[in-house]
């Protein structure tokens, strides 16, 4: 792995507006600098690049956004494309694509945050396309915030993926609060051997709402996708879920939501499943419901609030 420049990074730190600074550190553990290739986006520009002896990140040339090409054998490194939207009135979108070459071993991190001041609105969305080649291994990780005061702040991601022959994508997303708007859309598509797993993790209060949508085509023998949604809607908030699992070959799939209410909030929940091979083993689970009493009475018996109890619970729920 290459050692941090820290002459880069200190330029670079400078460079940034502070609110970048805050944004980065909550949505990819920013801490002044970052060890590896990146990518930084602020307010629909690049505002920082570097790239690695087996990482290159090069601009499309027909759209915004970036080609990042992972070299074949890879193992160990990291790297980081976040984006930042700083104030109202930007409507960011980009275009990122993953190209992950053979027997690879990675971590993405890719989060985005928005923040408002004028009462302006805001909005980020990325769309993002993982190409990954035989017996290569990702791990995604995606985190979402909003921060500010007025103005609608909306971060709608949407991820293609496209997993060759058994390789593997592990994604961890979430949702970590202040977003008013968010369509989640995300669909693959799995070769033989190869396999998807997905943790999602939501949070959304007041009147903000977000939509999840899953679409996974297991196409080889042996593919297998284990997805898994927990949720919390608070106040008069709203969440709708929905993922569509197809076995098309001798396959296993999974797919799990479970919600908390609070207040006067809403979810629906619709998972699917469609076997078109008798060899297609696909399961499927939802559960929507509030915060046990007994589980509030339990942690008061500690000394903590009603309040404090409710925050621990679901602080524990999505961990």
């Known amino acids: ?30 801490k ?7 990518n930084i986006r602020e307010n629909g520009c690049s505002a920082g690049r570097k790239s690695s002896k087996n990482i290159k990140i090069e601009s499309k040339k027909d759209k915004p956004g970036l080609d990042i090409f992972i070299a074949p054998g890879t193992s160990g490194e990291t790297v980081y494309i976040p984006a930042c939207v700083t104030h109202g009135g930007v409507d960011d979108l980009v275009y990122n694509d993953f190209h992950v070459g053979r027997d690879a071993d990675v971590l993405i991190v890719a989060g985005c945050g928005v923040h408002t001041e004028n009462g302006e609105p805001a909005r980020h969305n990325g769309i993002h396309r993982f190409f990954l080649e035989e017996g290569s291994r990702v791990k995604y990780e995606e985190k979402h915030v909003g921060t500010g005061g007025a103005g609608i702040k909306s971060i709608d991601p949407v991820t293609e993926i496209h997993l060759g022959r058994n390789s593997t994508l592990e994604m961890d997303t979430s949702q970590i609060g202040g977003v008013d708007r968010t369509t989640r859309e995300t669909t ?19 009147n903000q709402t ?22 919390v809607a608070k106040g008069e908030s709203r969440q709708t879920y929905t993922s569509d699992i197809y076995g ?3 396959c296993s799939g999974h797919s799990e939501c479970d919600a908390i209410i609070d207040g006067n909030a809403f979810v629906d929940a619709a998972p699917k499943l469609c076997a078109r091979h008798p060899d297609a083993a696909l399961i499927h ?4 419901g509030k915060i046990a009493g007994e589980q509030i009475l339990k942690l008061r018996t500690l000394g903590l ?5 409710e925050a621990k619970i679901i602080e524990g729920f999505l961990a």
């Open 210 to 231: 977000a939509d999840t949508v899953f679409k996974v085509e297991l196409n080889g023998e042996n593919s297998g996708a284990d997805i898994v949604s927990r949720s």
């Open 305 to 309: 609030t009603e309040e404090e109890a």
């Open 1 to 30: 792995m290459n050692e941090p420049n820290n002459e880069l990074n200190n330029e670079l730190n400078n460079e940034l507006n502070k609110t970048t600074q805050r944004l980065l550190e909550l949505v990819s553990d920013w």
């Open 188 to 206: 693959a598509t799995a070769d033989e051997g190869a396999r998807l797993i997905i943790r999602e993790r939501l949070l959304t209060d007041g």
């Open 285 to 288: 689970e939802a559960a929507i």
């Open 248 to 250: 098309n070959a001798p």
């Open 32 to 38: 002044g600098s970052f060890d590896g290739a990146y």
